[in-house]
């Protein structure tokens, strides 16, 4: 399966955006989909998680209550909304999906088998 992330851009701090990947390939509801960050000088790490039919979701301690992960199985996207970001969520976004999706490893890199290309989100002071 082929990701594609978009929707990053410059906003204050406090804004909103929303991030989508779309998805192309094989059957899109038979990944659970994940969101990934990296900010300079950082390790990539997890932010978000959805199940396959969207029903179950998790997420980092730092964007809880801020940040939503929804997908749309008919339009094969999985999406990000960012509200009340902040300069410490600067860095680029990574989609990714994985088909085993199963308990701990959605947290790490590791538990996916398909990358997206990353979109910049950058958060001002």
């Known amino acids: 399966v082929q990701l594609q992330a978009f929707g990053g851009g410059l906003v204050q701090a406090g804004g909103s955006l929303r991030l989508s990947c779309v998805a192309s390939?094989?059957?899109?509801?038979?990944?659970?989909m994940g969101w990934f960050r990296q900010a300079p000088g950082k390790e990539r790490e997890f932010v978000a998680h959805?199940?396959?039919?969207?029903?179950?979701?998790t997420y980092a301690d730092s964007v809880k209550g801020r940040f939503t992960i929804s997908r749309d199985n008919g339009r094969d996207t999985v999406y990000l909304q960012m509200t009340s970001l902040k300069p410490e969520d600067t860095a680029v976004y990574y989609c990714?999906?994985?088909?085993?999706?199963?308990?701990?490893?959605?947290?790490?890199?590791?538990?996916?088998?398909?990358w997206g290309q990353g979109t910049q989100v950058t958060v001002s002071s």
């Open positions: 959805i199940s396959r039919s969207g029903t179950s979701t």
């Open positions: 390939g094989r059957s899109f509801s038979s990944y659970t």
């Open positions: 990714a999906a994985s088909a085993s999706g199963w308990g701990p490893t959605v947290l790490k890199q590791t538990g996916y088998d398909y």
